[in-house]
């Protein structure tokens, strides 16, 4: 299973997401433009040293990500009225998990090219959970799903 985040914004959602990744052993993808510099200060405190373990690889462009991984089923994390919610959603182990942009979420024609949205149940008139708590929400839950915990 792949974690994708789609032109992330904010370097500390990241870099806390590069070190969940190299602490669980997933393969984190980042999809340009991004926010920031790679080697942003901010982004490397919230990774600490957990980044250098990091599968981590960088896409120059949604077209150049969705190339690469043809095939394969991409799972938005979306707040949308058609999203499924994310515990009653039936992963499969080579879904890649994708968290939209901290500002904008998916720009539009983007997310018409993925077929699979899930969201996370909130409390009536909040607009959506940290980029990166989310993350690991669905991927937690994923991940038991496929009993995939038992791996490590």
Same mark, same amino acid.
């Given at each position: 299973?792949?974690?994708?985040?789609?032109?992330?914004?904010?370097?500390?959602?990241?870099?806390?997401?590069?070190?969940?990744?190299?602490?669980?052993?997933?393969?984190?993808?980042?999809?340009?433009?991004?926010?920031?510099?790679?080697?942003?200060?901010?982004?490397?405190?919230?990774?600490?040293?957990?980044?250098?373990?990091?599968?981590?690889?960088?896409?120059?462009?949604?077209?150049?990500?969705?190339?690469?991984?043809?095939?394969?089923?991409?799972?938005?994390?979306?707040?949308?009225?058609?999203?499924?919610? $994310?515990?009653?959603?039936?992963?499969?182990?080579?879904?890649?998990? /994708?968290?939209? =942009? !901290?500002?904008?979420?998916? %720009? +539009?024609?983007?997310?018409?090219?993925?077929?699979?949205?899930?969201?996370?149940?909130?409390?009536? $008139?909040?607009?959506?959970?940290?980029?990166?708590?989310?993350?690991? /929400?669905?991927? =937690? !839950?994923?991940?038991?799903? %496929? +009993?995939?915990?038992?791996?490590?």
């Amino acid at each position: 299973m792949n974690l994708a985040l789609y032109h992330p914004q904010i370097p500390q959602n990241t870099g806390t997401l590069l070190r969940l990744a190299s602490c669980i052993g997933i393969n984190l993808d980042l999809i340009r433009p991004l926010g920031f510099v790679l080697s942003d200060k901010k982004l490397k405190r919230a990774g600490m040293d957990y980044i250098q373990f990091a599968d981590c690889k960088i896409h120059d462009s949604f077209e150049k990500f969705c190339e690469e991984y043809s095939g394969r089923r991409l799972v938005a994390l979306d707040v949308g009225d058609n999203s499924a919610r $994310h515990h009653d959603f039936k992963y499969e182990p080579d879904d890649i998990l /994708m968290a939209g =942009s !901290e500002h904008y979420g998916f %720009l +539009n024609d983007d997310l018409k090219s993925i077929q699979h949205r899930v969201k996370i149940p909130m409390l009536p $008139h909040r607009r959506s959970v940290n980029m990166a708590v989310a993350a690991a /929400m669905v991927l =937690s !839950e994923a991940m038991s799903q %496929l +009993n995939a915990w038992d791996r490590l």
